[in-house]
């Protein structure tokens, strides 16, 4: 394993050499490429990347051009897992036959997927990659929606979100089920490394992306990635969505190490109601219809039931 | 490399971000790199924006808010220092103005056709009711 970068504070962390580029065609503030930025620069080593069909993969390969300035693959919506999945093992092949130029050079494999790529149509890609041990790492960009085409809901949707596919209206409050708890789905494959980030805590996550490529097999990263198109606000408002998520507990931070060591890495100072969060974005905005309040406490209620269980399993350890 | 249409393109082409070989891209800034007419970052996005953000260095902290927020890789800051803003590829979302910290504020927004000098010159005093 090589050393990881040297990442004390912010100023540090500023003189990374970005490895994506400008002029892709994400919206303006979009925060999958924060997020992308924040994990490519969390280290120095090569990089060997893929990206499923999305936002990030068809906003970044517009042809004649590239924002990757790394080995970059792009096959499917379902199989960016495999795809780098594959690259690793022949890497892992030619290092055990001695065939490699570069023997000493120490890349690292990350797949990007969104969450529709994730949680529904790449789910048992990306769950073999995970069983095969593949020395991978998957981060979602969770914006909790098929962004790119259009905004119907996936798996991560959560309850009363208005999507194309669940949208509200006189009889619909919009989507009905609950989000896919995929963290705890992925840290049940045994994996040595599962955890949640967010960008506006840059920080906490650099210590994991970079505690995920210092681990040896598979690496599931769920990254909260607020949408100014389809969470409907202001793209300034973009890490201030990011920390309504994180302060209301709607995105814990925590990590799960070899699927059963739960620690929380975030607890914010004052807690904000979920109702600010929901308040914030267009897509629930019917929320505060009087016949569909019932609804924001049965959020907050939710939310507080799932923090603390993560209270409980930190302290048990299970 | 010569652009190709995509239906003259064969099947297991590469797209070459840069021109010959580079060894240490993590180690090689952005103005020393010999990117090829296939990076985007010889494109421009600089036509999307209607409003833009303008920098105030007499200001700024250093803080790199700004920096590890901006999603498009604009503001530039080298040594540790935020030296100003590529506005190629500077999209004019705001978030570097809504997260930088000083009081004024370091970045501002102002519509696209506004001149930096002038505004530079009516920079707002200090709010002494921010908290
Ligand atoms: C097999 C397959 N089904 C459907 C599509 C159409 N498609 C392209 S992108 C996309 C949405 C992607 O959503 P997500 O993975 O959440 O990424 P986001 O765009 O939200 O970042 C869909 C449905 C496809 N390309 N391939
Ligand atoms: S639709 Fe959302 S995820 Fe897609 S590019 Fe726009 S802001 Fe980003
Ligand atoms: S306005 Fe947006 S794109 Fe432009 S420099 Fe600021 S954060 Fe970056
Ligand atoms: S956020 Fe403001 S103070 Fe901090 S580096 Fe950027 S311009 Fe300077
Ligand atoms: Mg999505």
């Known amino acids: 394993m090589s050393e990881n970068k040297n990442i004390k504070n912010l100023k540090e962390f500023s003189t990374s050499a970005d490895r994506f580029e400008g002029a892709n065609l994400l919206c303006p503030g979009c925060a999958h490429s924060i997020i992308v930025r924040e994990v490519l620069n969390a280290t120095n080593d090569d990089l060997i990347l893929s990206a499923s069909t999305g936002c990030l993969e068809v906003c970044t390969a517009v042809y004649p051009y590239t924002s990757w300035d790394a080995s970059w693959i792009h096959i499917g919506f379902e199989n960016g897992s495999t795809a780098v999945a594959g690259a690793e093992s022949m890497y892992k092949a030619l290092k055990t036959k001695g065939r490699l130029k570069q023997p000493d050079r120490n890349p690292k494999f990350v797949s990007f997927a969104g969450d529709g790529a994730s949680y529904d149509i790449g789910f048992q890609w990306i769950s073999g990659c995970m069983e095969r041990g593949h020395n991978i790492m998957h981060v979602v960009l969770d914006n909790e929606v098929y962004a790119n085409t259009g905004g119907q809901r996936s798996s991560s949707t959560p309850i009363g979100s208005s999507a194309t596919t669940s949208p509200e209206g006189r009889r619909s409050y919009g989507e009905k089920k609950n989000k896919k708890d995929m963290v705890s789905i992925m840290a049940s494959h045994n994996i040595p490394y599962s955890a949640q980030v967010a960008p506006n805590k840059w920080k906490d996550m650099v210590k994991k992306i970079q505690h995920g490529f210092s681990v040896d097999g598979p690496v599931f990263i769920n990254a909260v990635s607020p949408c100014t198109t389809e969470w409907k606000f202001d793209p300034k408002d973009t890490m201030h969505l990011a920390d309504l998520a994180t302060d209301s507990l709607v995105f814990p931070l925590y990590e799960i190490i070899d699927g059963h060591e739960l620690n929380i890495t975030y607890r914010p100072k004052t807690v904000v109601p979920v109702e600010e969060y929901l308040a914030a974005q267009g897509r629930f905005k019917h929320l505060f219809k009087d016949e569909y309040k019932h609804l924001i406490k049965e959020w907050q209620e939710r939310v507080d039931a799932k923090w603390a269980q993560l209270n409980r399993r930190e302290e048990a350890r299970v | ?131």
């Open chain 2, 1 to 131: 490399m010569a652009n190709k249409g995509w239906d003259e393109f064969e099947i297991g082409a590469m797209l070459r971000t840069f021109e010959g070989k580079i060894d240490d891209i993590a180690g090689t800034l952005q103005e020393n790199r010999a990117y090829s007419q296939n990076s985007s970052f010889v494109a421009s996005v600089a036509d999307w924006r209607i409003i833009k953000p303008v920098f105030n260095k007499d200001f700024c902290i250093d803080c790199q808010f700004c920096w590890v927020y901006c999603p498009d890789i604009s503001i530039i800051s080298r040594d540790k220092k935020m030296i100003g803003i590529d506005m190629d590829h500077c999209k004019g979302c705001g978030i570097c103005v809504e997260v930088c910290p000083t009081n004024p504020k370091s970045l501002m927004m102002f519509p696209e056709k506004a001149d930096e000098e002038t505004e530079l010159a009516a920079w707002p005093a200090k709010n002494e009711e921010k908290k």
